[in-house]
């Protein structure tokens, strides 16, 4: 195929059309002429069943796919039909989450989030087994999850390899006792302490770099770290 001239080019990592990609596209596409074409590069496979209907819909027109060695390359005509930048991105400052929680037998929770549904159990469990998560377990998954998918969106921005991740966190309250109503005391979450281990290939120091920028985006680790004293090291190994 003949190498077409670009106007602009945007990188998608390994981001999908429903996790931020196309406000990210149409941001980089805002800029661009009408006719003009902006390459998409991606990773992600899902893109090239999803971009294609995304076009049609917005009046643009995808005219090459090309699959290279690292990723994928989609470049897109723009047409006259592009929204408004400004509006997209007020709407997605303004959205909402919702989940539906429902009480049942034996002290636990039905979780309806989206398509989703799991079971929740007690709030500070804390024996060695439990029948369901507690909300104290989902509270460190769900801050660990931000931090471990966080931190692989951010290197598939920046174009660095991550082999391996994972999180382990750990927690305490102020006084357990506090919250099962035998002594008076404060029972919230005091402190949250963990390690991330990263093996990668890339330099040390651009990793840990990243690190704090995923830290410092962080949705959850930027609440909770107003209210308790949040520690987590990261380690990076080969």
Same mark, same amino acid.
């Given at each position: 195929m003949e190498e077409q001239n670009v106007d602009g080019v945007c990188d998608g990592g390994d981001l999908d059309c429903g996790s931020g990609l196309?406000?990210?596209?149409?941001?980089?596409m805002d800029p661009i002429r009408e006719g003009g074409i902006l390459e998409i590069r991606s990773r992600e496979p899902s893109?090239?069943?999803d971009l294609p209907a995304w076009c049609r819909m917005v009046g643009h027109s995808l005219v090459?796919?090309?699959?290279?060695?690292?990723?994928t390359s989609y470049l897109v005509q723009k047409g006259a039909g592009q929204s408004d930048?400004?509006?997209?991105? %007020?709407? =997605? /400052?303004?959205? /909402?989450?919702s989940v539906r929680v429902r009480a049942m037998?034996?002290?636990?929770?039905?979780?309806? =989030?989206r398509n989703h549904s799991f079971? $929740?159990?007690?709030?500070? %469990?804390?024996?060695?087994?439990?029948? =369901?998560?507690?909300?104290?377990?989902?509270l460190l998954a769900a801050l660990g999850s931000d931090l471990v998918v966080g931190l692989r969106a951010a290197a598939? /921005?920046?174009n660095h390899v991550l082999d391996e991740v994972e999180c382990v966190l750990r927690a305490s309250l102020g006084n357990v006792l506090a919250h099962l109503g #035998?002594? %008076?005391?404060?029972?919230?979450?005091?402190?949250?302490?963990?390690? #991330?281990?990263? =093996?990668?290939?890339?330099?040390?120091?651009?990793?840990?770099?990243?690190?704090?920028?995923?830290? $410092?985006?962080?949705?959850?680790?930027?609440?909770?770290?107003?209210? $308790?004293?949040?520690?987590? /090291?990261?380690e990076v190994t080969l």
């Amino acid at each position: 195929m003949e190498e077409q001239n670009v106007d602009g080019v945007c990188d998608g990592g390994d981001l999908d059309c429903g996790s931020g990609l196309l406000l990210i596209i149409k941001k980089a596409m805002d800029p661009i002429r009408e006719g003009g074409i902006l390459e998409i590069r991606s990773r992600e496979p899902s893109v090239e069943q999803d971009l294609p209907a995304w076009c049609r819909m917005v009046g643009h027109s995808l005219v090459a796919v090309s699959p290279h060695e690292t990723h994928t390359s989609y470049l897109v005509q723009k047409g006259a039909g592009q929204s408004d930048v400004q509006s997209d991105l %007020d709407a =997605a /400052r303004g959205y /909402r989450w919702s989940v539906r929680v429902r009480a049942m037998p034996g002290l636990t929770a039905q979780v309806f =989030a989206r398509n989703h549904s799991f079971t $929740a159990g007690q709030p500070a %469990d804390f024996s060695a087994k439990v029948e =369901a998560p507690s909300a104290m377990d989902l509270l460190l998954a769900a801050l660990g999850s931000d931090l471990v998918v966080g931190l692989r969106a951010a290197a598939s /921005r920046e174009n660095h390899v991550l082999d391996e991740v994972e999180c382990v966190l750990r927690a305490s309250l102020g006084n357990v006792l506090a919250h099962l109503g #035998i002594e %008076d005391g404060d029972p919230s979450v005091q402190n949250v302490s963990g390690t #991330i281990y990263i =093996a990668t290939v890339e330099d040390e120091a651009s990793i840990h770099g990243l690190w704090q920028s995923v830290l $410092a985006h962080s949705p959850l680790y930027q609440t909770l770290s107003r209210a $308790a004293q949040i520690d987590i /090291r990261c380690e990076v190994t080969l």
